[in-house]
């Protein structure tokens, strides 16, 4: 498999590299043998090659023609140690360089890959909300009420609904909230907790005499 950086990347090679890769499952490890370099060793060229293939093996590895490939390539006998190009440095002394996974720091030179396209999930309204709270903004300023002295035109009046939460505060029926001041804008505020109206019973509808 053979890649071709295009014009957009600007990089070349000081000389020619010879690189073997290895991976076993036990113990898992990575062994990359670097068996010629140019005479100057520089490993950040090394670096950037392996940035370059893993930039251009991400793009293509779910394509079939790629692993159909790769494993036509399985049966071929090994390339001949005489047919190899002698340019370059050969080092004699790196019989293997162990590279853990997570040490793997590169820098990339290749194209960057464009950004996904977001797609708007169909769980979602078409339609804006009226009104929104921001969460991120700091100490939001609460608009409570305090507790009227007379319950209101659309509030039940004793007897309250005890069993159900309600209290009976200045002859009106109210719910006490875990909430505690500042209030939000539609609860009333009394004597350092927050409470809502309970609302009044609604009349039942009286069927019409024939």
């Known amino acids: 498999m053979q890649l071709l950086p295009t014009d957009r990347v600007?990089?070349?090679?000081?000389?020619?590299?010879?690189?073997?890769?290895?991976?076993?499952?036990?113990?898992?490890?990575?062994?990359?043998?670097v068996e010629e370099t140019p005479a100057s060793v520089p490993v950040s060229e090394l670096a950037d090659i392996l940035v370059l293939t893993t930039a251009a093996v991400t793009?293509?590895?779910?394509?079939?023609?790629?692993?159909?490939?790769?494993?036509?390539?399985?049966?071929?006998?090994?390339?001949?140690?005489?047919?190899r190009r002698n340019?370059?440095?050969t080092v004699t002394n790196w019989t293997g360089l162990w590279l853990g996974l997570g040490f793997w720091l590169l820098t990339s030179l290749s194209e960057p890959l464009p950004p996904p396209?977001?797609?708007t999930p169909d769980v979602f309204s078409q339609e804006d909300a009226s009104s929104l709270v921001d969460l991120e903004a700091s100490d939001p300023v609460a608009l409570t009420y305090p507790l009227p002295a007379k319950p209101f035109r659309n509030q039940a009046v004793?007897?309250?609904?005890?069993?159900?939460?309600?209290?009976?505060?200045?002859?009106?029926?109210?719910v006490e909230l875990a909430q505690k001041p500042p209030c939000f804008s539609d609860q009333a505020e009394y004597q350092g907790k927050c409470y809502l109206p309970v609302a009044k019973p609604q009349r039942l509808p009286q069927s019409a005499a024939p």
């Open 10 to 33: 600007d990089w070349q090679p000081e000389g020619p590299w010879r690189v073997s890769l290895f991976c076993k499952p036990h113990p898992a490890s990575v062994t990359l043998r």
């Open 59 to 83: 793009r293509i590895e779910n394509s079939p023609r790629l692993r159909d490939h790769l494993a036509s390539g399985l049966s071929l006998p090994p390339v001949p140690p005489s047919s």
């Open 87 to 89: 340019s370059g440095h």
């Open 117 to 119: 396209v977001e797609e």
């Open 158 to 174: 004793p007897p309250c609904k005890t069993n159900k939460g309600a209290v009976e505060i200045k002859g009106g029926c109210w």
